[in-house]
C-alpha cells in the first residue's frame, strides 16, 4: 500500500525558516506534490518534485530524493498569512492515477 | 480562486439515504478528481475521472460511485449513507490525467444524522 508521514505541528516565528519533512512509501511513485490548506479553505497546490533535488518557487522551496524516499518543504520568510496545514501528496500510478495525501502538518507562525 | 465550484455548499442526509454531490472543473481542464476529507485528516483520494472513464480509485466501497460528463463536470454518489460518511467532499480538476497541478473546489460539507 501507501503510506506518508509528516510531523503533526511546527510552530516558528515570524521571519525565520521552517522545513517540513515527508517521507513516504509507495509502490508506483511518480512524483511528490505539496499543498497548503488554510482553516476553512480548499488545498492549494505549492509544487512538485518528480525528480532528485530542489525546486525553488519564490519563498517556498521543495526538494525530494527519490532514494530515501523522502523531501521536504522549505518555507523563507515566515509571515503570518503562512499559517496553515501542509500536505504533501504523492502521485501513485498503480492501478490506475491515485494521489495520496498525508495526513498534513500545522503550522503556527507567531509574531 | 480556482473557477472550481462545486454544489451543494452543506448538505444533512440520514443514514440509509443516497445523495450527490456536483462539481464543475475549471475551464479547459478534462480530469476531476473527488476526495474525502474527515476533520484534522488529510483528503483522502476516492476516485479519478479522465475523458468521461473512471482511470483511478481509492480504497472506497462500490456504495461511492461517480459519473463525469462530457463537459467535464461529474457528479459523486454515495449510496447507503452511513455516519462515517461525515466529511468534507472535494473535488479537483487538473488538465489532464498526467498533471500533477490540481485546482481544488470550495468542498461540500456531508453530514450524515
Known amino acids: 500500500g501507501q503510506s506518508l508521514e509528516q510531523p503533526s505541528e511546527v510552530t516558528a516565528v515570524e521571519g525565520a525558516i521552517v522545513q517540513i519533512n515527508c517521507t513516504y512509501q509507495?509502490?508506483?511513485?511518480?512524483?511528490l506534490s505539496w499543498y497548503q490548506q488554510h482553516d476553512g479553505g480548499a488545498p492549494t497546490f505549492l509544487s512538485y518534485n518528480a525528480l532528485d533535488g530542489l525546486e525553488e518557487t519564490g519563498r517556498f522551496s521543495s526538494f525530494l530524493s527519490r532514494s530515501d524516499s523522502y523531501g521536504y518543504l522549505l518555507l523563507q520568510e515566515l509571515q503570518m498569512k503562512d499559517s496553515a496545514s501542509y500536505f504533501c501528496a504523492v502521485r501513485d500510478g498503480t492501478g490506475g492515477f491515485k494521489t495520496i495525501f498525508g495526513a498534513g502538518t500545522r503550522l503556527f507562525v507567531k509574531a | 480562486e480556482t473557477g472550481v465550484t462545486q454544489s451543494p455548499t452543506h448538505l444533512i442526509k440520514t443514514r440509509g439515504q443516497q445523495v450527490t454531490l456536483r462539481c464543475s472543473s475549471q475551464s479547459g481542464h478534462n480530469t476531476v478528481s473527488w476526495y474525502q476529507q474527515a476533520l484534522g485528516q488529510g483528503p483522502q483520494f476516492i476516485f479519478q475521472?479522465?475523458?468521461?472513464?473512471?482511470?483511478g480509485r481509492g480504497n472506497f466501497p462500490p456504495r461511492f460511485s461517480g459519473l463525469q460528463f462530457p463537459n467535464y463536470s461529474s457528479e459523486l454518489n454515495v449510496n447507503a449513507l452511513e455516519l462515517d460518511d461525515s466529511a468534507l467532499y472535494l473535488c479537483?480538476?487538473?488538465?489532464?490525467?498526467?498533471?500533477?497541478?490540481?485546482?481544488f473546489g470550495p468542498g461540500t460539507r456531508l453530514t450524515v444524522l
Open positions: 475521472y479522465y475523458r468521461e472513464e473512471e482511470n
Open positions: 509507495t509502490s508506483g511513485f511518480y512524483g
Open positions: 479537483a480538476s487538473s488538465r489532464t490525467s498526467g498533471d500533477n497541478e490540481q485546482f
